[in-house]
T-cell receptor, first 110, second 112 residues
Framework: DQQVKQNSPSLSVQEGRISILNCDYTNSMFDYFLWYKKYPAEGPTFLISISSIKDKNEDGRFTVFLNKSAKHLSLHIVPSQPGDSAVYFC?????????FGKGTRLSVIA | NAGVTQTPKFRVLKTGQSMTLLCAQD?????MYWYRQDPGMGLRLIHY???????AKGEVPDGYNVSRLKKQNFLLGLESAAPSQTSVYFC???????????FGPGTRLTVL
């Protein structure tokens, strides 16, 4: 059974600084991992993914790091902007196509 | 190209009433999903479908039924609504199970 944990329900960061969001999973037999972003009153949207053959994937200000031995993902946002304020979910394959974490609410303060 | 659409956007039901939520996608995706989002609980999968005419249970299927009679539509039914089903419901679709899922805008359901 895949379990996905995002242990920080919320995070507050100053504009221009780095935001680091963390995610832990339990079952490492799958080969890709994703992050989704959700604004209020909207559906989640795909943000960035990483394959298990890599330990880092970068897309502009967003970088996802994968530590397979620790079963840990992290999302770095540099520099953070007020428009990044949203809930971020990590998602990992499991018994069903994707298992989502409970999310971390990021607030970027101007 | 509308992507994933959901109807209705809002609904208030009384306990025991029934309703159907409709999800439609125009991306020719094989997989479709229904999730619910509750405060502090993240996104939990209710049911999903891997193709027309198929359905499968997710993490929290009890109290819900689904049907996928046409590839582009996925219906979520509540036969006898309960206050515990008050939630925001999201539909999603993907080409394959391993692909990015595209979400609809959500349906906010309140059961009194």
């Amino acid at each position: 059974d895949q379990q996905v944990k995002q242990n920080s329900p919320s995070l507050s960061v100053q504009e221009g600084r780095i935001s680091i969001l963390n995610c832990d999973y339990t079952n490492s037999m799958f080969d890709y991992f994703l992050w989704y972003k959700k604004y209020p009153a909207e559906g989640p949207t795909f943000l960035i993914s990483i394959s298990s053959i890599k330990d880092k994937n970068e897309d502009g200000r967003f970088t996802v790091f994968l530590n397979k031995s620790a079963k840990h993902l992290s999302l770095h946002i540099v520099p953070s902007q007020p428009g990044d304020s949203a809930v971020y979910f990590c998602a990992v394959p499991g018994n069903t196509p994707l298992v989502f974490g409970k999310g971390t609410r990021l607030s970027v303060i101007a | 190209n509308a992507g994933v659409t959901q109807t209705p956007k809002f609904r208030v039901l009384k306990t025991g009433q029934s309703m159907t939520l409709l999800c439609a996608q125009d991306m020719n995706h094989e997989y479709m999903y229904w999730y619910r989002q509750d405060p502090g609980m993240g996104l939990r999968l209710i049911h999903y479908s891997v193709g027309e005419g198929t359905t499968a249970k997710g993490e929290v299927p009890d109290g819900y039924n689904v049907s996928r009679l046409k590839k582009q539509n996925f219906l979520l039914g509540l036969e006898s609504a309960a206050p515990s089903q008050t939630s925001v419901y999201f539909c999603a679709s993907s080409y394959k199970g391993s692909d990015t899922q595209y979400f609809g805008p959500g349906t906010r359901l309140t059961v009194l």
